[in-house]
């Protein structure tokens, strides 16, 4: 039993699907969970923008550029069942009409981001009838719920997919990224957030494995937008694809891994314009012919350094900082520490002035923005003598800002401004690959 989700590159046009229903045949995929069609989601950001601001003529502008793409789309997939799907467009974009006439902040916003994937997976449904597959749709957000600390919840997943675990015979799609909230209206799980769905289902029903197929030859040993002379890694494990996910490799959201380890669920990653190429695997296994695997980067990294001599030789110092993250909800990528001070980083600064101004009465504190998180990951054994010597001798003239490394076997990250970026990447492909 599979679990396949392709992202908005693979289902952005009416060839595209033909292929991905291919695809979905071929393994074949019990269940299949889409993002929206390329394109889309960011059309329905701005409409959103455009309706909270009252600007009803880019909301109307945005539209008629999707009506464009989705009915080109239903023109060139489906014949019998094309006016099902043109009625199914029309209805999503009077929903959209309806909440930007009547806007609510959130409420509204969310629900218009939500028709992109309902549209999508309709459609591509319809088109699956069409070949002569019995194919059924599911509505993710009357099982993928979300409770008040915006934790999904996994049993309530189980108890809706129960039946589809039971039935073979039938190719169920499903949307990936929208949810319910605990208020009980329409959300999302955020960008990316179709991966952390695929494999919530994966874990749901037992999957023997969760394919998550983008227009990328599996994960990277590097960035290739920004480093020459990558390439595919083929086996990684769990907790080396989690690292890399959660410090920029944009292939996989960061949230998945962790249902698909907890239940030893493989992870494909597969690029859905070469289907045959072998892609990434991802599971328990450990490659451990190598020390250093691969290299990723995250932007957006503000820096806060708290300076107070109550640190020396003081109990509780760090739970006070701590509290203060927890009571912003903004989680923590980075930390050091010394004797009277403490630096770290995060990558939301949503509420950084609040957090500044209750730290401040901790001791004196410093911003920087614009920096880099560059991570190495591997097997980093403690009892294995040189590896820090050639990651820092690779890029010994970059300067570093700061240093992790210790905290696991698998990754040492350091800290830089975001203009020396490509120059790091660069550096340690040519010297440690």
Same mark, same amino acid.
């Given at each position: 039993?599979?679990?396949?989700?392709?992202?908005?590159?693979?289902?952005?046009?009416?060839?595209?699907?033909?292929?991905?229903?291919?695809?979905?045949?071929?393994?074949?995929?019990?269940?299949?969970?889409?993002?929206?069609?390329?394109?889309?989601?960011?059309?329905?950001?701005?409409?959103?923008?455009?309706?909270?601001?009252?600007?009803?003529?880019?909301?109307?502008?945005?539209?008629?550029?999707?009506?464009?793409?989705?009915?080109?789309?239903?023109?060139?997939?489906?014949?019998?069942?094309?006016?099902?799907?043109?009625?199914?467009?029309?209805?999503?974009?009077?929903?959209?009409?309806?909440?930007?006439?009547?806007?609510?902040?959130?409420?509204?916003?969310?629900?218009?981001?939500?028709?992109?994937?309902?549209?999508?997976?309709?459609?591509?449904?319809?088109?699956?009838?069409?070949?002569?597959?019995?194919?059924?749709?599911?509505?993710?957000?009357?099982?993928?719920?979300?409770?008040?600390?915006?934790?999904?919840?996994?049993?309530?997943?189980?108890?809706?997919? !129960?039946?589809? +675990?039971? @039935?073979?015979? $039938?190719?169920?799609?499903?949307?990936?990224?929208?949810?319910?909230? %605990?208020? /009980?209206?329409?959300?999302?799980?955020?960008?990316?957030?179709?991966?952390?769905?695929?494999?919530?289902?994966?874990?749901?029903?037992?999957?023997?494995?969760?394919?998550?197929?983008?227009?990328?030859?599996?994960?990277?040993?590097?960035?290739?937008?920004?480093?020459?002379?990558?390439?595919?890694?083929?086996?990684?494990?769990?907790?080396?694809?989690?690292?890399?996910?959660?410090?920029?490799?944009?292939?996989?959201?960061?949230?998945?891994?962790?249902?698909?380890?907890?239940?030893?669920?493989?992870?494909?990653?597969?690029?859905?314009?070469?289907?045959?190429?072998?892609?990434?695997?991802?599971?328990?296994?450990?490659?451990?012919?190598?020390?250093?695997? !691969?290299?990723? +980067?995250? @932007?957006?990294? $503000?820096?806060?350094?708290?300076?107070?001599?109550?640190?020396?030789? %003081?109990? /509780?110092?760090?739970?006070?900082?701590?509290?203060?993250?927890?009571?912003?909800?903004?989680?923590?990528?980075?930390?050091?520490?010394?004797?009277?001070?403490?630096?770290?980083?995060?990558?939301?600064?949503?509420?950084?002035?609040?957090?500044?101004?209750?730290?401040?009465?901790?001791?004196?504190?410093?911003?920087?923005?614009?920096?880099?998180?560059?991570?190495?990951?591997?097997?980093?054994?403690?009892?294995?003598?040189?590896?820090?010597?050639?990651?820092?001798?690779?890029?010994?003239?970059?300067?570093?800002?700061?240093?992790?490394?210790?905290?696991?076997?698998?990754?040492?990250?350091?800290?830089?401004?975001?203009?020396?970026?490509?120059?790091?990447?660069?550096?340690?492909?040519?010297?440690?690959?």
């Amino acid at each position: 039993m599979k679990v396949l989700k392709f992202g908005g590159t693979s289902v952005g046009s009416a060839g595209n699907m033909k292929r991905v229903a291919e695809i979905v045949q071929r393994q074949p995929a019990r269940i299949t969970v889409l993002s929206a069609m390329s394109g889309t989601t960011d059309a329905l950001v701005k409409i959103a923008a455009a309706a909270a601001a009252g600007d009803t003529e880019t909301v109307e502008r945005q539209l008629a550029m999707l009506t464009e793409k989705y009915t080109a789309c239903i023109e060139g997939l489906l014949v019998s069942h094309r006016e099902e799907a043109t009625e199914r467009m029309r209805t999503a974009f009077d929903t959209i009409r309806r909440e930007a006439a009547a806007f609510e902040e959130y409420r509204s916003e969310r629900i218009v981001i939500a028709q992109g994937e309902l549209l999508t997976s309709a459609i591509f449904t319809l088109y699956l009838n069409e070949c002569g597959m019995k194919a059924v749709c599911l509505h993710s957000p009357d099982f993928m719920v979300t409770d008040s600390e915006e934790k999904v919840d996994t049993e309530r997943i189980r108890r809706a997919l !129960a039946g589809v +675990a039971a @039935d073979p015979d $039938t190719y169920y799609v499903a949307q990936g990224f929208i949810c319910t909230n %605990a208020r /009980g209206e329409i959300d999302n799980l955020g960008r990316g957030g179709s991966d952390y769905s695929a494999a919530l289902m994966g874990a749901a029903v037992d999957a023997a494995e969760v394919q998550i197929w983008t227009d990328i030859d599996g994960m990277h040993n590097n960035d290739p937008r920004f480093v020459e002379h990558t390439h595919p890694i083929r086996n990684m494990s769990f907790d080396e694809a989690a690292e890399l996910a959660y410090f920029g490799a944009k292939i996989l959201h960061p949230a998945t891994i962790q249902p698909c380890k907890d239940h030893g669920i493989p992870v494909l990653l597969k690029n859905t314009m070469d289907p045959e190429a072998p892609g990434t695997t991802i599971s328990n296994r450990d490659d451990d012919s190598k020390s250093f695997h !691969a290299v990723a +980067a995250k @932007d957006g990294i $503000t820096v806060i350094r708290i300076h107070s001599a109550r640190m020396l030789m %003081a109990y /509780g110092f760090l739970r006070k900082v701590f509290e203060i993250f927890e009571q912003y909800r903004t989680p923590i990528d980075m930390i050091t520490t010394s004797e009277v001070a403490v630096s770290l980083t995060v990558d939301n600064d949503a509420h950084i002035d609040d957090i500044v101004r209750e730290l401040g009465a901790l001791g004196s504190i410093e911003i920087e923005r614009n920096n880099s998180i560059v991570c190495v990951v591997g097997r980093m054994e403690h009892s294995d003598a040189g590896l820090a010597a050639s990651v820092f001798h690779s890029i010994r003239n970059i300067p570093i800002k700061m240093i992790s490394y210790g905290a696991s076997h698998r990754s040492m990250a350091m800290l830089i401004e975001t203009e020396y970026k490509q120059r790091t990447l660069q550096s340690l492909n040519d010297s440690l690959f």
